[in-house]
């Protein structure tokens, strides 16, 4: 694909990058466009460019004229040159870490070289820009006031099983990235945890050419895919309403406890609520401080 990158005005452009300096620069995930101007400026300049695949990032780099030099940081090597490129920034050179697409960090190496340069008081500049959960969100038209990100579910289906029956009762947003070899099975394991109902957006190859951003019933969806093999290609984000039942219920409860509250010492009213609901009185108690604070 060949886009044209429109020059960046010289009054926006900072002259250098800052020596010394870690910069987490955001790639494209698919449309070679959906890079910044700054980015672009930061990759041009830095002394040192680490990589997750060298050979991907230089297809990157030729295509927008960088010829940088670059280093391979992966997380089969990441523990090892560590120490070396907190030296390099220790020295005043300056690092952009990047991943093969979208934003480093983001299911993607960096974690130990971030988290050493803050030991070692080394300036860190994020660099932000594309990221496939983000983009997945901002289209899945589920809540996006408070959302959790739980990256990559087990393969395994046992595994599987488990980490959704811990995420059964989650009220927030939930954002996963699924492997197209493994959307049938996760969608049916979904299936079982979550029930029918539950809301999913499936997007599917953001920005390239065949992308899909479609919003189902979980058993819709676990039959359109499992049905169109071209819904199985590709990046996958699935993006899972959070459970709703759970936070209506909560919302009844919290009445109930208030209206007990407005009219009894609190002991009483939890005593009231434990012998009516039977839950926990611990949790009953918790909440209605809670209440009493709010
Ligand atoms: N760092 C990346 C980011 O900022 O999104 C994520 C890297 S993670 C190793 C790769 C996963 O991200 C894919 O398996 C897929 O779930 C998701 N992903 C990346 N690009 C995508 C795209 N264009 N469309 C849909 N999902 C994508």
Redesign the pocket.
């Known amino acids: 694909m060949s886009i044209e990158i429109p020059e960046v005005p010289a009054e926006q452009q900072k002259p250098d990058v800052l020596a010394g300096t870690l910069y987490l620069v955001?790639t494209p995930?698919?449309n070679l466009a959906d890079i910044t101007q700054r980015a672009i400026s930061v990759l041009k300049q830095v002394d040192i460019i680490a990589a997750e695949d060298t050979r991907h990032s230089r297809q990157l780099l030729s295509h927008l004229g960088i010829n940088a030099k670059l280093l391979a940081y992966h997380e089969h090597n990441e523990e090892r040159i560590t120490p070396g490129l907190i030296d390099d920034l220790s020295s005043g050179k300056s690092i952009a870490l990047v991943?093969?697409?979208?934003?480093?960090l983001?299911?993607?190496p960096g974690y130990r070289l971030v988290t050493r340069a803050h030991d070692e008081d080394i300036k860190i500049i994020p660099v932000p820009g594309?990221?496939?959960?983000i983009a997945?969100l901002t289209a899945a038209g589920l809540a996006t006031d408070r959302f959790s990100f739980e990256g990559?579910p087990p393969a395994k289906h046992g595994a599987r099983i488990h980490f959704f029956e811990q995420l059964a009762q989650e009220r927030r947003t939930m954002i996963f990235?699924?492997?197209c070899h493994r959307i049938v099975e996760t969608l049916n394991d979904m299936l079982t945890v979550f029930g029918a109902g539950r809301r999913v957006t499936f997007?599917?190859?953001?920005?390239?050419t065949f992308e899909t951003i479609k919003r189902m019933k979980l058993s819709a969806l676990a039959s359109w895919v499992e049905a169109d093999e071209n819904q199985r290609k590709?990046?996958?984000?699935l993006v899972v309403e959070g459970n709703v039942a759970q936070a209506a219920d909560n919302a009844q409860f919290d009445f109930y406890l208030s209206v007990l509250l407005a009219e009894l010492p609190v002991k009483q009213a939890v005593n009231l609520l434990v012998k009516m609901t039977g839950q926990n009185r611990n949790d009953i108690y918790r909440r209605a401080l809670e209440l009493k604070q709010s």
């Open positions: 955001a995930i698919g991943s093969d697409a979208g934003t480093p983001i299911n993607d594309a990221c496939a959960a997945a990559f990235y699924v492997s997007a599917r190859e953001i920005s390239k590709g990046e996958i984000v």
